[in-house]
């Protein structure tokens, strides 16, 4: 049976004995079976650091010039970041037909500590590592990317022979890295089980049922957004078939709706877009790590939603203008969240602090975040991924990639 079928079962099984099991055996599940949940979100944690070096200096020094490189940048911040704002506009209209949070009644003040979100111009600082061993410690990915960038532009100036005994250690470097993560993701249908078990025991059908029109807004948005938008830059501008892309992607796409972390399912995404999707290696092996950290469709589509319910909630009409700053926020914070589990609450923080809706709503939504991110994450790596396939064929189109 393959792998994803097979995750995708546990996933099911999960579900279904999470709902059966419920409340009362949540501490036996806390004590014997989430651990195992982490053994394996740690497995994969173990890759992150070591897979995003050493891909980004081997997509980097493939590409052979700094010329090129900037180019294939350019084009990759600039469809992130489109694509990004669309997805918060389908959130917007999604959310505007369900109107979620209508007759909810004033949000009970529950406390949520939200820390302050960061300044755009702290999002530039903290980008460039003082100590690159120190980002790696912390697995701090931005500036571990930033690190690695100038590290690969380094080897290109070098050549020559002396560059090609790096290039050479890297590429081992990356292929052990992909060995290593084909070998934990056999593990992957059992950690599945094992992390989704507690969630649905300890979070039931009770807590979800007040707030599922927004569960529903999340959902819904990004299933839109997969199939309209990720489908269409498939065929459209990456010449595949949306069939072929979206099973290629299923296993990265389930490992990113369990762990609810764009990092952690980079490395399976990583080696699925050049082993199912065929996509060069120079290409996602730069593409694919810069997205799980600054594309986050999901994330924004999820802002839209939860804006427009903050809004309803409190009885607040949106204005035009204020959208257009959700929107803004929306897709210039998404560059600063990092892809981690939650990450996206806090900048929802900083999006309701930007348009001055109550921040109090956060405690609102804060109890269903893991729900919900379970599904921006998924669409945020599924993003990732119909961006390097329209780069791969650009790049294919001007003969710069096989
Ligand atoms: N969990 C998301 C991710 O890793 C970020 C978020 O919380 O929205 O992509």
């Not at 990317?145 to 090609?164: H, M, S, T």
């Not at 064929?393 to 710069?400: M, P």
Request: charged share 10%; net charge neutral.
């Amino acid at each position: 049976m393959n792998l994803s079928v097979r995750i995708f079962i546990a996933l099911v099984l999960a579900v279904i004995v999470g709902l059966i099991a419920g409340e009362p055996a949540v501490p036996f599940i806390k004590w014997w079976i989430a651990p195992i949940g982490t053994i394996f979100i740690n497995l994969i944690k173990m890759m992150i650091v070591p897979v995003v070096i050493t891909s980004l200096v081997v997509g980097m020094t493939s590409l052979g010039d700094t010329k090129k490189l900037g180019r294939i940048g350019i084009k990759t911040v600039a469809l992130y970041l489109l694509t990004t704002a669309v997805a918060i506009g389908i959130g917007f209209v999604v959310a505007g037909i369900v109107q979620p949070g209508v007759g909810l009644g004033l949000a009970n003040e529950s406390a949520v500590k939200v820390k302050e979100a960061p300044s755009i111009m702290q999002v530039f600082v903290s980008m460039i590592p003082a100590n690159p061993v120190d980002a790696m410690a912390k697995a701090q990915i931005l500036p571990c990317i930033v690190f690695a960038l100038f590290v690969g532009v380094g080897i290109i100036q070098v050549g020559g022979e002396r560059a090609q005994l790096l290039i050479r250690f890297f590429d081992a470097c990356a292929e052990t890295c992909y060995k290593i993560i084909g070998m934990v993701m056999q593990l992957a249908p059992i950690g599945v089980f094992c992390l989704l078990l507690p969630v649905v025991a300890s979070n039931g059908p009770s807590v979800l049922l007040p707030l599922l029109s927004v569960i529903i807004c999340v959902a819904v948005g990004c299933i839109i957004h997969a199939l309209a938008v990720y489908s269409t830059m498939a065929r459209v501008l990456g010449k595949m078939s949306p069939m072929k892309f979206f099973r290629g992607m299923s296993e990265a796409m389930l490992i990113a709706f369990t762990t609810c972390s764009s990092s952690a399912a980079l490395p399976v995404n990583i080696k699925n877009c050049q082993e199912k999707l065929g996509l060069s290696r120079e290409v996602s092996s730069f593409v694919l790590p810069l997205g799980a950290t600054i594309n986050m469709d999901g994330t924004a589509l999820y802002q839209g939603v939860c804006a427009l319910f903050i809004a309803n909630v409190y009885g607040i009409d949106l204005s035009i203008g204020q959208m257009g700053m959700i929107l803004l926020a929306g897709t210039l914070g998404s560059i600063g969240t990092a892809g981690v589990p939650g990450a996206g609450l806090l900048m929802l923080a900083m999006v309701l602090t930007t348009v001055g809706l109550p921040i109090e709503g956060l405690g609102l939504v804060a109890g269903i975040d893991r729900v919900l991110d379970m599904f921006r994450t998924c669409l945020n790596i599924t993003g990732d991924g119909a961006v390097c396939c329209v780069i791969n064929e650009s790049e294919k189109e001007q003969g710069d990639v096989a």
